[in-house]
C-alpha cells in the first residue's frame, strides 16, 4: 500500500463523505458512533447548530446503510483515488444487509410558501425514487406520497427503510419574524413527519437534524415517542471525540480511534 500523506487536505465546506474518502482529505473517524447508534434505538434527533458536522454525519451514515463499503476499507490509491486508511466501521459493519436510504433535506433556499415547501418535497420524493429504482406514487399529499415510498422501497429492497432528513425544522425557522407563515410551514411539516410514526413497521432506523435549541423537536409530536430526545450526551461525545482526534491527528494523523463506550443513561 502506497504511503499515506504526512498531512492531509482539510474538507473545509465539503459535505460529501464520499469526495472526502476517495479525494484525500482529512476524515475524523467518527464511525464508531454510526455502530453504537445502529445497535441501540432506531429513532434518532440531532440538535446542533450550523456548521457542526450534521450533514457530513448523514452522508456518512447513507453510506453506511447503503452498503458502500469500498468507501470504509483501506485503499491503496491503484484507481486514481486518493490512498485513505481503514474506518472503525470497515469491520464493525454487517455489510452484507443493504437498506433502502430515503434522504430529505430543507438546508438548500428558502421556500416563500407552503405551495413551495410541499413542490420542494415532491421533487426530492421523486428524486429518491428514482434513485431507488421504486415507483413513486401518484397520491396527491405529499404525506401519503412519503408514505407509500417508505413502504415500496421496504418491498423492493426486502429490507425496511432508512430515513435521513438534515435541517427539518428549518422551514419553520426561516420564516421564525412571520408567526402566520412560519405556524403554515409548520402545519405542512407535521402532516409530512406524522407518517414516521404510521409507517413504523417499514422503518428500520430516523435519524432527523435540527438547529432548533429546544429540549424537545418543535414537531415532536408527530414524531414516533422514541424519537424525542436530543442526543444530549451523545452528541456531546461526538463533539469531543472530534476535537480530541484533531489534536492527535498533529502527531499521528492516520491512527483510528476505538469504538465510544456509551453510558447506559
Given at each position: 500500500?502506497?504511503?499515506?500523506?504526512?498531512?492531509?487536505?482539510?474538507?473545509?465546506?465539503?459535505?460529501?463523505?464520499?469526495?472526502?474518502?476517495?479525494?484525500?482529505?482529512?476524515?475524523?473517524?467518527?464511525?464508531?458512533?454510526?455502530?453504537?447508534?445502529?445497535?441501540?434505538?432506531?429513532?434518532?434527533?440531532?440538535?446542533?447548530?450550523?456548521?457542526?458536522?450534521?450533514?457530513?454525519?448523514?452522508?456518512?451514515?447513507?453510506?453506511?446503510?447503503?452498503?458502500?463499503?469500498?468507501?470504509?476499507?483501506?485503499?491503496?490509491?491503484?484507481?486514481?483515488?486518493?490512498?485513505?486508511?481503514?474506518?472503525?466501521?470497515?469491520?464493525?459493519?454487517?455489510?452484507?444487509?443493504?437498506?433502502?436510504?430515503?434522504?430529505?433535506?430543507?438546508?438548500?433556499?428558502?421556500?416563500?410558501?407552503?405551495?413551495?415547501?410541499?413542490?420542494?418535497?415532491?421533487?426530492?420524493l421523486e428524486t429518491?425514487?428514482?434513485?431507488?429504482?421504486?415507483?413513486?406514487?401518484?397520491?396527491?399529499?405529499?404525506?401519503?406520497?412519503?408514505?407509500?415510498?417508505?413502504?415500496?422501497?421496504?418491498?423492493?429492497?426486502?429490507?425496511?427503510?432508512?430515513?435521513?432528513?438534515?435541517?427539518?425544522?428549518?422551514?419553520?425557522?426561516?420564516?421564525?419574524?412571520?408567526?402566520?407563515?412560519?405556524?403554515?410551514?409548520?402545519?405542512?411539516?407535521?402532516n409530512f413527519y406524522?407518517?414516521?410514526?404510521?409507517?413504523?413497521?417499514?422503518?428500520?432506523?430516523?435519524?432527523?437534524?435540527?438547529?432548533?435549541?429546544?429540549?424537545?423537536?418543535?414537531?415532536?409530536?408527530?414524531?414516533?415517542?422514541?424519537?424525542?430526545?436530543?442526543?444530549?450526551?451523545?452528541?456531546?461525545?461526538?463533539?469531543?471525540?472530534?476535537?480530541?482526534?484533531?489534536?492527535?491527528?498533529?502527531?499521528?494523523?492516520?491512527?483510528?480511534?476505538?469504538?465510544?463506550?456509551?453510558?447506559?443513561?
Amino acid at each position: 500500500m502506497a504511503p499515506l500523506p504526512a498531512r492531509r487536505k482539510l474538507p473545509i465546506g465539503i459535505q460529501s463523505f464520499r469526495k472526502i474518502r476517495e479525494g484525500g482529505f482529512y476524515y475524523v473517524d467518527k464511525t464508531p458512533f454510526i455502530a453504537a447508534l445502529a445497535e441501540g434505538a432506531n429513532y434518532y434527533f440531532l440538535s446542533r447548530p450550523r456548521r457542526f458536522g450534521k450533514s457530513l454525519f448523514l452522508d456518512t451514515l447513507a453510506a453506511a446503510f447503503a452498503g458502500e463499503r469500498a468507501l470504509f476499507t483501506a485503499h491503496d490509491g491503484s484507481d486514481g483515488t486518493a490512498p485513505r486508511p481503514a474506518l472503525y466501521l470497515a469491520d464493525h459493519w454487517d455489510w452484507e444487509q443493504r437498506y433502502p436510504v430515503v434522504r430529505i433535506s430543507f438546508g438548500q433556499g428558502i421556500r416563500r410558501f407552503p405551495e413551495e415547501l410541499d413542490e420542494a418535497i415532491a421533487w426530492q420524493l421523486e428524486t429518491n425514487a428514482a434513485r431507488l429504482n421504486v415507483p413513486i406514487s401518484q397520491a396527491h399529499g405529499i404525506a401519503e406520497r412519503f408514505a407509500d415510498l417508505i413502504t415500496a422501497a421496504a418491498e423492493a429492497y426486502r429490507q425496511r427503510t432508512v430515513v435521513l432528513v438534515d435541517e427539518y425544522d428549518k422551514p419553520i425557522l426561516d420564516h421564525i419574524t412571520r408567526p402566520d407563515l412560519a405556524a403554515a410551514m409548520r402545519e405542512r411539516l407535521r402532516n409530512f413527519y406524522s407518517v414516521l410514526k404510521e409507517r413504523d413497521a417499514d422503518l428500520h432506523f430516523v435519524f432527523l437534524t435540527g438547529v432548533s435549541k429546544t429540549r424537545s423537536p418543535p414537531l415532536a409530536d408527530r414524531l414516533p415517542h422514541h424519537c424525542r430526545c436530543p442526543l444530549g450526551w451523545r452528541a456531546h461525545r461526538v463533539r469531543a471525540h472530534a476535537a480530541q482526534h484533531r489534536s492527535a491527528h498533529r502527531a499521528q494523523p492516520s491512527a483510528n480511534p476505538r469504538a465510544p463506550s456509551f453510558p447506559s443513561g
